[in-house]
């Protein structure tokens, strides 16, 4: 058999009541003329709900257009290996996969199966994190790291209940959303009403050049920052050394790599004509060469951190002595 190009994924997170089951039932009617899988991933570890659904772990349930969902009380992994099945078999069709997470869960797990399994890393790849944030209880739900952390690992935010709260309230929720993470954009999303563009296509795990952080957003300076997770972005015009930088992220991943939530760079690497991309969730991480610098580009390295209690003396000074200056 041969593969056929892989399936693109969008995670979706954010805290009850953010707005997530609004979106995904646009996302679902819209005409976009997209087949789409979503997979609700409910995980229930008493068994209430099994009357009402039945005690298969998995289910699945195509709609009039074509949209394909799916409830899973069990493994991640198991249902997206069901989904290939079905699909293999032409017993459903879908083009895309969105998995909606519950309030209180973390990402990171989610994201991570995208990358240790092979066959799964074949057969799908991970598009974007999108995290939905609910602008009038978003000072009670940034009160719990695990929000925080949603926050962290999103490609794009999206600001629910805009209407519910005046202007300086929303301006002083961005501020800080930015800190926690200056790489994603912040869109305001209106009863779940959103242009599709800011939810598929992001390519926030590509290795490319596009980082969205040669645009990253400026942070008010306001003291010292009352969340965990903060984000950390760094810039060198000195061309890098490519040992000392293999050094430095290597100890920095053996020391503070489960802390690490994203972490993206463009680099600029001595003797070398092209632009080096990495990034990476928590340890794990990758790196390419992307497309030589221009001859009148400024040549600059720009790496952002996203960490929960971030090392940012630590990666300060690292980052210090990889320069070759």
Known sequence: ????????????????????????????????????????????????????????????????????????????????????????????????????????????????????????????????????????????????????????????LLVSKRDLVDDATFEALSQRLTRINRRAPIRIVEHGKIDLAELLDVRGFNLNADLGVMSLRPVALTGQSIDRITSLVLRSDAPLDIDKLSEFMNALLEDHGKQLLRYKGVLNIANEPRRMVFQGVLKLYGFDWDTEWAEDEKRESVIVFIADDLPEEKIRAGFERITTN
């Open 1 to 156: 058999m041969t593969v056929s190009t892989p399936i693109p994924v969008t995670v979706l997170s954010g805290f009850l009541g953010a707005g997530k089951t609004t979106l995904l039932r646009h996302l679902l009617k819209a005409e976009h003329g997209l087949k789409i899988a979503v997979i609700e991933n409910e995980f229930s570890d008493a068994g209430i709900d099994t009357q009402l659904l039945g005690t298969e772990p998995v289910q699945v349930m195509t709609l009039s257009n074509g949209c394909v969902c799916c409830t899973i009380h069990t493994d991640l992994t198991k249902a997206l290996f069901l989904l290939l099945e079905r699909l293999d078999s032409g017993e459903i069709a879908f083009d895309r996969l969105v998995i909606e997470c519950t309030g209180l869960a973390d990402p990171a797990p989610v994201a991570q199966t995208f990358f240790i399994d092979e066959e799964l890393r074949e057969r799908y790849i991970l598009d974007g994190i999108i995290t939905l944030v609910d602008a009038a209880h978003a000072e009670q739900h940034l009160a719990q790291t695990i929000a925080q952390a949603q926050i962290g690992f999103a490609d794009r």
